[in-house]
């Protein structure tokens, strides 16, 4: 290991790199209630650290912190720039604000707990140079939070996530481990970034839509940049031979408007809802009580995704991200059974209630059924369930329990859903008197005939 290390330094400190032909860039940092002197080495390492004509000014954002005076005294530092926000706006929206100011063409995000490393900068600049859809971040060392002292991290690693959508590092698997030990220099494709600090093409960073400004705060905007990035045809990238020291801190220093678990909650739910499709579902199975916390109106965000014409999230996990186990699911569907425009609707009934056909909303709540594999058909925890064996029977919900009187199959071609013991599939012909009926199957029949879509939009 030792000798692994030393075999890493000694490749990276050979690196040259040309710096004439790099591009210069605006280091933009948010900060909020931050201490004086973690801001003063922020700034102080990225002039010494950094080749003079490669840092065209430092964008400090003080997001309305108590005292304006922590800014304003960094102000007289040369290339020093501060805007203050006249209330607090969260670190989205202030790594905007000091994005939209910047005058470089490229952007270089740090947190304001921060020591940038020797030849920190010019690894990351040549990235996004060759390829201005990378997004690249350094390694991120640790500051001590007990003595400030700086301690190398390991640069086996990456980031990814598990379905509570919390951000963690992983250990590279063994290839990519034996394939570094080749060229310990070279790039490692990340499926997420830590968040705080990175590099990034302005003119890329605006045109895929920035952040989301709707969220607040802190947390849940690293997942969003990097499923966005990744879906709508960029990468994300560590590059070993950068590193930055951070501070990393048990609890947050500051405080959280509307409660840190309800904000943090609120954001991931914007990126899950907008980025993720139907794997949402595995993300509100692990962590439900995100499912009562109102995430706003992301129709803008969605429309951005469809205007960049990104792809899907079944694609991010099968080409960037196919460690990430997919739970078990027994569920083969979940959505809408629609028939036209109508759709298969609880019409606000409970236990031992019908159900009918009620225009399509698209926005699932009593319209969201799931068709798991072994034949039920749900609505949370209720299931499709027919009342007698004889045709004609009402079709109502009860608690699922298994039994062979709520087992369902679909009939395909046709779209028809039969019940498993009995010839009797589901009916809407007299969906305006009794509901749903179980009458004789017939695949001549427009009434029984379903079909299973996605409702995009569902929130609940
Ligand atoms: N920050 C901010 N406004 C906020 C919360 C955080 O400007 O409302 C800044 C904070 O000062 C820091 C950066 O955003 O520079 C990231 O926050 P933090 O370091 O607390 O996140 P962590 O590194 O712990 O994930
Ligand atoms: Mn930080």
Redesign the pocket.
Known sequence: MFSFILHFIYRCRRKTWEIEDLPPTSVI????N?ARSSLLRTVVSVLNRSPEHLIKEIILVD?FSDNPQDGEELAKIQKVRVLRNDK?E??MR?RVKGADAARATVLTFL???CECNVNWLEPLLERVEKDPTRVVCPVIDVISMDTFQYIGASADLRGGFDWNLVFKWEYLSYAERESRQRDPTQAIRTPMIA??LFVINKKYFDKLGKYDMQMD??GGENLEISFRVWQCGGSLEIIPCSRVG?VF?KR?P?SFPGGSGNVFAKNTRRAAEVWMDDYKHFYYSSVPLAKNIPFGDISERVKLRNDLHCKSFKWYLQNVYPELSIPHSTTSHIGELRQGIFCLDTMGHLLDGYVALYQCHHTGGNQEWSFTNTGLIKHHDLCLTLSSHMKGAQVVMRICDGSDSQKWHRIEPGGLLRHSRYPLCLDSRLTNIRGITAERCNSASDTQKWQLTSSSLSSA
Do not use: A, K, P, Q
């Open positions: 940092i948010t900060f909020h931050e997001d607090r969260g670190l202030s947190d304001s707990h968040g705080g705060v802190w951070h801190r947050h500051y």
